[in-house]
């Protein structure tokens, strides 16, 4: 699954499909003016008149113009045809969207999670935060962003969203390791990673305490059908970015709060080196 994601996102395309992929991620609204005020200003570069050389010195400066005249001349029609296209496929996908989420919302049972593909659950992961009034940004993931695959906006803050649809692997520690660097480095606000299924024990106690919001499938079941704000945490609720965690006594690095399985301590919580089993440094909480 994650070989063939990674596959169909790195394919390669042309610059006419770059194009239009990328005006189909703005809303369907925004492509029709896009395509409008490109054949407005292309139709008025191409309608004006070429200049005429008089000395060999203007010969290179005729044959520039003439060949951005052309450019201009064939760019008024196609331009904004790829830019009507990219609008189609935004309201296309407007309404798949609003498919998914209406068949989540009806499904008696789980499988309806499991039964769609990557693309249809990041979809509808970005449909649910649209519910929750936050305006959704796909970005494709899986690349050099560190695979955060939504960008969620709302008022002044910013939040990463990794979507992972694991049916039979439980979501780890690396992942939410992996999402807290990239917030950190981006400077975001804060992050969501939302799974079909569920999260590890590591991973919960790595998320606790930080500004990371973990969402089993059951949690997303429950915020689709309800649509209602009150079930993602608004920005003010959650964590600071300045909220910090001890330091590691030993080594210096993160640390994170874990729970003693055995010993006279057995079921009391502690910090333990996020390194571990590197390094085994402790303290108390």
Not at 30 to 53: D, I, M, R, T, Y
Not at 152 to 157: C, D, Q
Not at 200 to 224: H, M, P, S, Y
Request: glycine share 10%; aromatic share 8%.
């Amino acid at each position: 699954m994650f070989q063939e994601k990674q596959v169909a996102r790195r394919k390669s395309t042309g610059a006419a499909e770059d194009l239009m992929e990328a005006v189909a991620l703005l809303p369907w609204w925004a492509g029709v003016v896009l395509a409008v005020v490109s054949f407005a200003l292309l139709h008025g570069w191409a309608s004006q008149p070429l200049p005429q050389g008089i000395t060999t010195k203007d010969v290179a400066n005729v044959a520039t113009a003439g060949f951005l005249h052309a450019a201009a001349y064939v760019g008024q029609w196609v331009v904004p045809l790829i830019c009507l296209a990219g609008a189609a496929a935004s309201a296309i996908k407007r309404r798949q969207r609003s498919n998914l989420l209406q068949t989540v919302q009806e499904a008696k049972s789980a499988s309806a999670l499991d039964d769609m593909t990557w693309k249809q659950f990041e979809m509808l992961v970005g449909e649910g935060f649209r519910q929750q009034g936050y305006s959704v940004q796909e970005t494709g993931g899986g690349g050099g962003d560190g695979g955060i695959d939504l960008v969620l906006r709302r008022g002044r803050e910013t939040f990463f969203v990794q979507c992972k649809q694991w049916r039979a692997t439980r979501v780890g520690v690396a992942v939410a390791r992996e999402v807290y660097g990239v917030m950190a480095a981006k400077g975001a606000d804060g992050a969501f990673i939302v799974t079909s299924g569920r999260f590890t024990d590591d991973a919960v106690a790595f998320a606790e305490g930080r500004n990371i919001k973990l969402v089993n499938g059951e949690e997303l079941r429950r915020l689709i059908r309800a649509g209602r704000r009150s079930e993602v945490p608004e920005a003010s609720s959650m964590p600071s970015k300045a909220a910090t965690t001890p330091a590691c006594p030993a080594c210096g690095s993160a640390m994170v709060k874990r729970v003693a399985r055995r010993g006279s301590a057995a079921g009391h919580p502690f910090w333990g080196c996020s390194t571990y089993p590197a390094c085994k440094g402790t303290t108390v909480v």
